[in-house]
């Protein structure tokens, strides 16, 4: 129908979701018919992210808190994951559950500003990336995507650029898929809900322990107090923090902390709810 909201969005879609300009207009009269439609959120998001338009990300992530669309649970999870992160810090993320929420947190609500939260897909286009160099201060890059025999190769070393031209902290998200660090593994430190690269050693369960006992939200994790129309994807989020909570259990049980009780039963409660009480 012409001139309604699917038309509009129909054709801002087809133009390639945000890569052309040009079609942004189809995106803002869709939100003139109807501003209520949730699904119109994360394509702002993304287009004003492309365009690192600070003044409108903020306007977009108030109106996505407003809608209540996002699970309380994956605010919490992003939360933990940013709060995870040193000052200043560069954290990769990969997918939209630990990438918009974070967003959000930051432009919405102020939380970890400081952190340069970047998704390893979007970075991959190119005027986007030169945005952010530029705003970190880092040199561009000399080769895109058509210089590389694959994409794993090229992604590799959009990471190896970050790595060699800042002296922030990097960070990959606690989901990031492991091809991300592979080639510097032993590199790699979990600290809850992010993995910290450093080439040196350092002492990460006493990082652990600290964020879990002073900077995370974990009341969600022991008490559903509402119910969540994402349940299940946060339920699948919450796997993530299953490792290192079994690090800091052992540290509990070694030194004979009475914490260790309640962080087995957490443990316990967000395996059965993952079914991996065997693993």
Known sequence: IPESFEFHYVKYWNGG???????????????????????????????????????????????????????????????????????????????????????????????????????????????????????????????DFDDYESWTAFEADIINHFKTNTTRPIYFAISAHPRLYESFKDEIHNVGMALKWSPEKFDNIAVIKRNYEKKFLIDHLKVEFQNDISQGVADHANANYLISMLTLYNHYKESEDTKAEEMRLLIQRIAEKNNMEDK
Not at 61 to 78: E, G, Q, T, V
């Open 17 to 143: 979701n945000g890569t052309d300009p040009s079609l942004v207009s189809h995106l803002q009269k869709a939100y003139e018919l109807e501003p209520n439609r949730a699904e119109l959120n994360d394509d702002f998001m993304s287009y004003y992210e492309l365009k690192r338009d600070k003044e409108n990300l903020e306007k977009v992530a108030k109106r996505w808190l407003a809608s209540n669309d996002i699970s309380p649970n994956l605010y919490a999870w992003n939360y933990n994951m940013l709060q995870s992160t040193e000052e200043d810090a560069i954290l990769f993320t990969v997918g939209d559950n630990d990438t918009y929420p974070a967003i959000v947190l930051q432009h919405g609500k102020g939380i970890r500003t400081d952190v340069a939260v970047i998704n390893t897909s979007l970075i991959a286009i190119k005027d986007y990336r030169n945005l952010w160099l530029k705003e970190l201060g880092m040199p561009l890059m000399n080769k």
